[in-house]
């Protein structure tokens, strides 16, 4: 059984800082790209990130040069650290990620179950 599980939401003030972590675990041969999405109350799911297995990254426009993705090959491990803040970036954050689970051939995609980040004053 693989599991994603996300942590590091919370409550923080316009500016602040946040930092996310997306956990991987079970029976996991290979894990290709990993991705960010984030949804606001009342939008559709949208991107956030990206990074591959040799540490490409990808932002969408409005994060660029405030959020840096990161991961940990050895821990199964994602990161997301968030600077400068806005209120626009509220919303339930999920982590996605594309890998092969013992006994398949195949890559799948996996979500993890979210973590809130509200951002206000």
């Known amino acids: 059984q693989v599991q994603l599980v996300e942590s590091g939401g919370g409550l923080v003030q316009p500016g602040g800082s946040l930092k996310l972590s997306c956990a991987a675990s079970?029976?996991?041969?290979?894990?290709?790209?990993m991705h960010w999405y984030r949804q606001a109350p009342g939008m559709q799911r949208e991107f956030v990130a990206n990074?591959?297995?040799?540490?490409?990254?990808f932002y969408v426009d409005s994060v660029k040069g405030r959020f840096t993705i990161s991961r940990d090959n050895a821990k199964n491990t994602m990161y997301l650290q968030m600077n400068s803040l806005k209120p626009e970036d509220t919303g339930v954050y999920y982590c996605n990620a594309d890998l092969m689970a013992s006994g398949s051939y195949y890559y799948t995609a996996y979500w993890g179950q979210g973590t809130q980040v509200t951002v206000s004053s």
């Open positions: 079970g029976s996991i041969v290979k894990i290709s790209a």
């Open positions: 990074i591959n297995s040799v540490g490409n990254t």
